[in-house]
């Protein structure tokens, strides 16, 4: 069994910083790459970023400039860290990671369960 989990969200002023983190726990013998993606009221999934085993990051465009992905190997967590934030950015944001388990051959996709960001004055 595997769990990942979000925490870190709330509400925040505009031009506000905020960090989430991901954690990964559980029967893990390896996490490949792990992701943010956020979905706002009415509006499909969208991709925050990526990041790669190594600590290399990708960025959706709109996001790049605020926006920064880092991980904790040691402790299987990924955080993401929001800086300058806009209303536009409320969304509950997910984490997905891909986790080969202990005794298995190939990895799985997991999902958070959402940690909801507010910005609003």
């Known amino acids: 069994q595997v769990q990942v989990v979000e925490s870190g969200g709330g509400l925040v002023q505009p031009g506000g910083s905020l960090r989430l983190s991901c954690a990964a726990s559980g029967n893990i013998f390896t996490i490949h790459g792990m992701s943010w993606y956020r979905q706002a009221p009415g509006k499909q999934r969208e991709l925050v970023g990526f990041?790669?085993?190594?600590?290399?990051?990708t960025y959706a465009d709109s996001m790049k400039d605020r926006f920064t992905i880092s991980r904790d190997n040691a402790k299987n967590t990924v955080y993401l860290e929001m800086n300058s934030l806009k209303p536009e950015d409320t969304a509950v944001y997910y984490c997905?990671?891909?986790?080969?388990?202990?005794?298995?051959?190939?990895?799985?996709?997991?999902w958070g369960q959402g940690t909801q960001v507010t910005v609003s004055s």
């Open positions: 997905g990671a891909e986790i080969r388990e202990y005794g298995k051959p190939v990895s799985s996709h997991y």
């Open positions: 990041i790669t085993s190594g600590g290399s990051a």
